[in-house]
């Protein structure tokens, strides 16, 4: 019980009276349901009530969540906190923090006391009242101070002045004031983050140990060889990660890096270059990507730029490339995806294993039992940061790959990256190749909005361009207020924009059907693709210089970002059009940030800010478990942490007695993980 942590608490000497609230405050309030209701505002379903105190009353409104009324009902005492909005001319506090608590006794003084918040709900419903958990809780730690051994050695709590573990506990479940809340949360933050980098370095520095890895001598002279054969310069960005990624190679310890960069950043062009030079020097490699779509798209630009000429007779999927140089060199490179007919699926497995196939391009599924290339040297897997650090070592353990580079197409904060990928090195793409003229993004708020952005469609089509449409749904739902791709393509038919050729794409659709339409896409056959976010990552379309993103509300910023990214590829001017029907502040908060910044990595940093990690996922596979903003927002902390990891492992600190009870905490915590510790 007592490591149940409260979820939040509230500071009965912050609450403000209903009757003081002014727009645009935050605020917190507490009061009693006199009135519940669902409304429907323009398609969005809300659950709209009616708070009160002793000052005056206030409306509280969940868009999107009209189910909410069987839980907020009439009579119930709710702590909410939020930013005041209006509306129509009446003040309103719309999808806020929301608690349910107890009803004030008669007599009972609160004011100027810090209570605890518990999760304490299944399935909407409160299955014990905040009361009885609190005064139990209330009993385990009277009962129990003092007598919490402590875990984290001496020299580090007088070093780092945080609390010891049972000052920390009491006051985390029952503060005597901010300050001392501020305090326990800030010791809890660091041992969290203290264990984690122990996990990720103890791992890496196992990993390069134990290695017996024979180093790939690189030809420098290839690399320039390669660097040459584009029609463009790289960036100074692209030039770094290369060189970066060279030197790991060159090293007997295996690569574990990760590369992330801005959407349109050229992280394919880096990754091509470093497998075409392990390729060269003797090794077999492999490009794995998140989906069949994109992996053909691969193999497809692959045979295109290095004029690839069909290997077999009877099929499309083994060819042989030129590689740039003056010896003229040809390799075998082949596409290998699950959708593959079960025959040709085992006949390029035969020509892999053979050793006569240099460059395997295909999904994650590749790595099967029957995939056994005998000089695999060097893997590329994009997304595969999603999957966290079990997933990964299981690859490379299946695969037998000595050289893994991840790849990233979300631009990561580093306190993000250091908590959840500690154990690799990362390479960052900032710069844009030049060119490009940038998108310029409009959040459309009512219809005349969405007829401008219509015409411009129209204009850009007319003048031979091409444009997206994106909807979050390929289906209508009754529960999810967001626009589909069925229900789109009906509105457009009643539009001008009939008048020109549209077709649909998403995750449903076959592999081939969906590779059809992006191939005659890509050839400029039809003007408007109306899509899933299934075209989210790689798709890259020069000519298409328009983007409506349908219901927008319902993507974080760093989805936005991406889809945004299909467009401005070419070397015309784009532009990107938010379209929305959810009012909500949380809402208006993101699409405002995303209309007024093209900056990845700033968006990923708002992201984060406004709806926590939770869209990284990963993070319990990396050992961290409820994770929150707060873990990961405060960096000195973070920073504090891992120079304490590195100076445990470094100086061999797990040997000496005192640090027995910080190793046995540890081995317990990660149980079910390989932590690399003895």
Request: charged share 25%; aromatic share 8%.
């Amino acid at each position: 019980m007592l490591r149940y942590f409260p979820i939040r608490h509230i500071d009965y000497s912050a609450v403000k009276s209903i009757a003081d609230c002014m727009k645009n405050e935050n605020v917190t309030i507490i009061g009693r349901v006199v009135k519940a209701s669902n409304r429907r505002f323009a398609r969005v379903s809300a659950c709209v009530v009616t708070l009160r105190d002793r000052t005056g009353s206030i409306e509280i409104a969940w868009y999107g969540q009209p189910y909410l009324i069987k839980t907020y009902t009439e009579g119930t005492w709710l702590s909410v906190s939020g930013k005041v909005g209006s509306y129509q001319s009446r003040l309103q506090i719309s999808s806020p923090d929301t608690e349910i608590v107890d009803a004030p006794k008669d007599g009972e003084n609160i004011d100027g006391k810090i209570i605890p918040i518990y999760s304490i709900s299944r399935e909407g419903e409160n299955i014990i009242p905040q009361r009885t958990l609190r005064s139990a809780m209330e009993k385990c730690v009277r009962r129990s101070f003092n007598k919490i051994e402590e875990y984290l050695p001496e020299d580090i709590l007088t070093e780092t002045h945080i609390l010891g573990i049972n000052d920390a506990i009491q006051n985390l479940h029952f503060p005597q004031n901010q300050d001392h809340l501020r305090l326990a949360k800030q010791r809890f933050l660091f041992e969290s983050m203290l264990f984690n980098q122990l996990f990720m370095q103890s791992r890496r520095r196992r990993r390069e140990r134990d290695s017996n890895q024979i180093e790939i001598d690189v030809d420098n002279v290839f690399i320039e060889d390669m660097k040459s054969h584009f029609p463009f310069s790289l960036t100074n960005d692209q030039e770094n990660a290369i060189k970066e990624i060279i030197e790991d190679l060159q090293r007997k310890v295996p690569m574990r890096r990760m590369l992330q960069g801005e959407v349109g950043s050229g992280k394919t062009l880096v990754a091509l270059v470093s497998l075409f030079s392990v390729i060269r020097s003797g090794y077999q490699g492999a490009f794995m990507s998140p989906t069949e779509i994109l992996a053909q798209q691969h193999y497809i630009n692959v045979k295109n730029q290095f004029r690839g000429t069909n290997f077999l007779d009877f099929s499309n999927n083994v060819i042989s490339i030129e590689m740039p140089g003056i010896m003229l060199r040809r390799i075998g490179v082949a596409l290998l995806l699950g959708s593959h007919p079960l025959s040709e699926k085992k006949l390029i497995q035969k020509l892999i294993n053979n050793g006569e196939i240099d460059l395997i391009i295909g999904t994650h599924s590749l790595f099967q039992e029957n995939f056994k290339p005998p000089r695999m040297g060097f893997s590329v897997v994009d997304e595969q940061h999603r999957f966290g650090v079990e997933q990964r070592d299981s690859l490379v353990n299946k695969s037998k790959v000595p050289h893994l580079l991840s790849m990233s197409a979300t631009p990561i904060p580093r306190s993000l990256a250091l908590t959840l990928f500690g154990d690799l090195d990362i390479s960052t793409l900032k710069d844009i190749p030049s060119g490009r003229k940038g998108i310029e993004t409009t959040w459309c708020k009512n219809k005349e909005d969405k007829d401008t952005a219509y015409r411009k469609v129209i204009e850009e089509i007319n003048a031979g361009r091409q444009a997206f449409i994106v909807c979050p749904l390929i289906h209508k739902s009754e529960k999810l207020n967001h626009i589909s791709v069925e229900e789109k393509m009906t509105e457009l038919l009643s539009t001008e924009l009939s008048k020109f050729s549209i077709e649909i794409l998403h995750g449903e659709m076959s592999m081939e059907k969906k590779s059809d339409v992006m191939n005659r896409f890509k050839k400029n056959e039809f003007n408007i693709l109306l899509a899933t976010p299934v075209i989210e990552v790689g798709v890259d379309i020069p000519n298409a210089t328009c983007m409506i993103i349908e219901s927008s509300d319902r993507f974080g910023l760093s989805g936005l970002h991406q889809i945004r990214g299909r467009v401005g590829r070419g070397s015309e001017k784009s532009f990107c059009y938010l379209f929305s029907n959810n009012i909500s502040e949380e809402a208006r908060e993101r699409l405002n940030a995303f209309e007024n910044s093209k900056d990845g990595f700033d968006l990923s940093e708002t992201d984060l800010k406004i709806r926590g990690p939770g869209d990284y996922v990963g993070s319990k596979q990396s050992g961290v478990s409820g994770m929150s903003y707060e873990m990961i927002n405060d960096t000195e902390t973070l920073e504090l942490s891992r120079l304490w990891a590195l100076k445990i492992l470094g100086d061999n600190k797990y040997s000496n007695p005192e640090y027995n009870k910080l190793r046995l905490e540890f081995e317990d915590r990660f149980a079910p993980f390989d932590t690399g510790l003895s």
